[in-house]
């Protein structure tokens, strides 16, 4: 057995969710939805289901669905890219996957700002990079430019930042995200930006893409999720990719690690 995984603990994820099954607690680990599902959603699904094709997705995703992500972002946020930036996958965590193995060659460094998704260190490691923690320092929990500027090393290929921030709960502002851009910028490096949660806010603050940044476009890979949006029934059928940069091999890669998602449910 491959002893990455052979010695990797149990994700937090599903410690919780076994205590509290286990003691009958409510769950504050995992984000389930219990407030049901837009009847809607669940009406296009089924009829996708019966009438359409379930015969295997592109590797990219249906041309229609990139095309109304693409689209999507437009709308919110004013980004202009076409369905050739967009590959949908099985899940943002399957997304992450595509773009860290797309991007991380052995001996690389990957910057990640901690806590975080327990995905990302050992999914670096199985592409042969090594994980650079960067502690944000409660109870602000911000982006302190020294730090990262302490960081960064002649090895350094990336930099993983999620907002809003998974578990502080945290947004990161203009102000911030302009700090990893310019790091970005100056050193060379590829963001791979986790925005997962882009549209579940706290206040009526408004959220900003990595990529709208000047000058980051061609340099962001994000991750979306189309369940974190919807309600969805099951993250694995609505993760989507966005990115300029190094997008090309994204889908080639996935023929390697997932060919029969679901044609339907991703449409």
Known sequence: MNPLYETMPVSVFERMSLAAVKHGAVNLGQGFPDFGWPDEILQAAARAVTEGSNQYAPSRGLPQLREAIAAHYGRHFGQKFSADHVCVTSGATEALG???????????????????????????????????????????????????????TERTRAIVFNNPHNPTGRLYGRDE???????????????????????????????????????????????????????????????????????????????????????????
Request: hydrophobic share 45%; with cysteine; net charge negative.
């Open 98 to 152: 595509a773009m860290i193995f797309a991007t991380v060659q052995p001996g690389d460094e990957v910057i990640i700002f901690t806590p975080a998704y327990d995905s990302y260190a050992p999914t670096i490691r199985r592409a042969g990079g090594v994980p650079v923690e960067i502690a944000l320092d409660p109870p602000e929990w911000r982006v302190d430019a020294d730090k990262l500027a302490a960081a960064i």
């Open 177 to 267: 995200l302009q700090i990893i851009a310019d790091a970005a910028i100056k050193h060379d490096l590829t963001v791979i930006a986790d925005e997962v949660w882009e549209h579940i806010l706290l206040t009526e603050q408004s959220f900003t893409p990595m990529a709208s940044l000047p000058g980051m476009a061609e340099r962001t890979l994000k991750a979306g999720s189309a369940d974190r949006v919807e309600s969805g029934l099951d993250r694995r059928a609505a993760g989507k990719g966005v990115g300029h940069r190094q997008s090309a091999p994204i889908p080639d890669l996935r023929d390697c690690t997932q060919l029969a998602g679901s044609c339907r449910l991703r449409a």
